[in-house]
């Protein structure tokens, strides 16, 4: 399978913890996207990246949330101490150059 | 501030009939629009897009229609199927043909019956 690939799938955590998603987008691709998207709501962007440069953060990613792409491959997003406010799915997706963006299954994520 | 519209959350259309789905926004930067279906528990799945230059594109059952005064744009779906029952996102970009940074709107659940 070339599509985008996320992990996990679930993830269900305590309040106050500390998570970290992993995403490795189709291959050719040298876009990077984060977003989040809560029940009823669609997709909302986090973050973009172009190869290993983070180029847009949105006010939506807290100081307690990180993504990096080091090597301009896979991309992990961490959130620390986590709240319930951030049970969400977060999605990954890529595209190449100026074409359209692929989604991966995204990763759900439960704070109880 | 909800940039993209989609003003029907549900829509409930006959096998073979045609399903029409209705996006607005509202901000006059976005040039790029796109249609992402997706079913429970997966990610987005792109179905087709349209730039601005263009009022319509065209692929297969599917055709995209864009009103770029009235700020408006239409999925059709011909012949709707029971497989396109799903919920169908209308998403926009700032950047001239680039899909990076989307902003969707809130989706339409269509389901197709037999």
């Known amino acids: 399978d070339t599509g985008v690939s996320q992990d996990p799938r679930h993830k269900i955590t305590k309040r106050g913890q500390n998570v970290t998603f992993r995403c490795d987008p189709i291959?050719?691709?040298?876009?990077l996207y984060w977003y989040r998207q809560t029940l009823g709501q669609g997709p909302e962007f986090l973050t973009y990246?172009?190869?290993?440069?983070?180029?847009?953060k949105s006010r939506l990613l807290s100081d307690r949330f990180s993504a990096e792409r080091p090597k301009g491959s896979f991309s992990t997003l961490e959130i620390q101490r986590t709240e319930q406010g951030d049970s969400a799915m977060y999605l990954c997706?890529?595209?190449?150059?100026?074409?359209?963006?692929?989604f991966g299954q995204g990763t759900r994520l439960t704070v109880v | 501030d909800q940039q993209v519209k989609q003003n029907s959350p549900s829509l409930s259309v006959q096998e073979g009939r045609i399903s029409i789905l209705n996006c607005d926004y509202t901000?006059?930067?976005?040039?790029?629009f796109l249609w992402y279906k997706k079913y429970p528990a997966e990610g987005p799945t792109f179905l087709i897009s349209?730039?601005?230059?263009?009022d319509k594109n065209e692929d297969g059952r599917f055709t995209v229609f864009l009103n770029k005064s009235a700020k408006h744009l239409s999925l059709h779906i011909v012949p709707s199927q029971p497989g396109d029952s799903a919920v169908y996102f209308c998403?926009?970009?700032?950047?001239?043909?680039?899909?990076?940074?989307?902003?969707f709107g809130t989706g339409t659940r269509l389901q197709v019956t037999l």
């Open positions: 997706a890529s595209s190449r150059h100026e074409t359209e963006a692929f």
């Open positions: 291959s050719e691709h040298n876009r």
């Open positions: 990246f172009q190869n290993e440069a983070q180029l847009e």
């Open positions: 901000n006059s930067m976005f040039d790029y």
């Open positions: 349209i730039s601005s230059i263009k």
């Open positions: 998403a926009a970009s700032g950047a001239t043909g680039t899909a990076s940074k989307l902003t």
